[in-house]
């Protein structure tokens, strides 16, 4: 009767302890509790951590005002925290010519210049030289292309302000090729200070990141 009432109180302890480790397990929670609370709060994150971390390179391919035809690419990569690369190569244009060549402020749809808004300038400043202190222009002030005598504008240039990651990161923005020659913000009107008095829009593509 004992080794019964014992086996009895056994089996149900067993059963409780068994249901306990196997349905709730708080071993498996205190261990799984914080990765789990850590899993949800990253994922609810990710999207705002990926777009801080930013990328380490994007790309944008130019179409020709209106949309079309490609006339050139410009890739884009983040060489350390402070410097960017961005290296480009646009054909079709006229021989010696010079074009004022900027980050704008919205993306380009279908090769749709007018959607790019203005220069990108999160900063408020004047428009500026591309060797210009930092402070004293625009992260779109990055200066002109010149056409080869084949119209084929390509080169390397290297930018401080232009960065793939952070609250201003241009990916998502534009790239703008200008009918005209940027002055720099040099010609004394009063378009110089805003847009350096490029002109109209000859091509513009997305910044895209890869
Ligand atoms: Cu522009």
Redesign the pocket.
């Known amino acids: 009767m004992f080794g019964g009432w014992a086996n009895a109180a056994y089996d149900t302890c067993y059963h409780q302890r068994c249901d306990t480790i196997d349905n709730v397990n708080p071993r498996a929670i205190a261990l799984n509790a914080p990765t789990a609370a850590f899993a949800v709060e990253f994922l609810a994150t990710h999207a705002a951590i990926q777009s801080f971390l930013g990328f380490a390179s994007a790309r944008a391919e130019l179409e020709v005002s209106g949309g079309g035809r490609l006339v050139g690419t410009v890739a884009i990569t983040q060489s350390s925290v402070s410097e960017v690369e961005i290296a480009y190569e646009i054909r079709g244009l006229a021989p010696g010519s010079v074009h004022?060549?900027?980050v704008?402020e919205f993306a380009a749809p279908g090769g749709d210049c007018a959607a790019?808004a203005?220069?990108y300038n999160p900063f408020g400043r004047n428009h500026g030289a591309p060797w210009d202190p930092p402070e004293d222009r625009q992260v779109?002030s990055n200066g002109n292309v010149v056409a080869d005598e084949r119209g084929v504008a390509s080169g390397v240039l290297t930018e401080s302000l232009v960065r793939l990651f952070g609250e201003t990161s241009v990916v998502g923005r534009s790239v703008?090729l200008?009918e005209g020659e940027?002055d720099l913000g040099r010609g004394g009107q009063p378009c110089s200070l805003t847009?350096?008095c490029?002109g109209g829009?000859l091509a513009c593509g997305t910044i895209v990141g890869v």
């Open positions: 004022g060549f900027h704008h790019a203005a220069h779109g703008v200008h940027d847009t350096g490029a829009r």
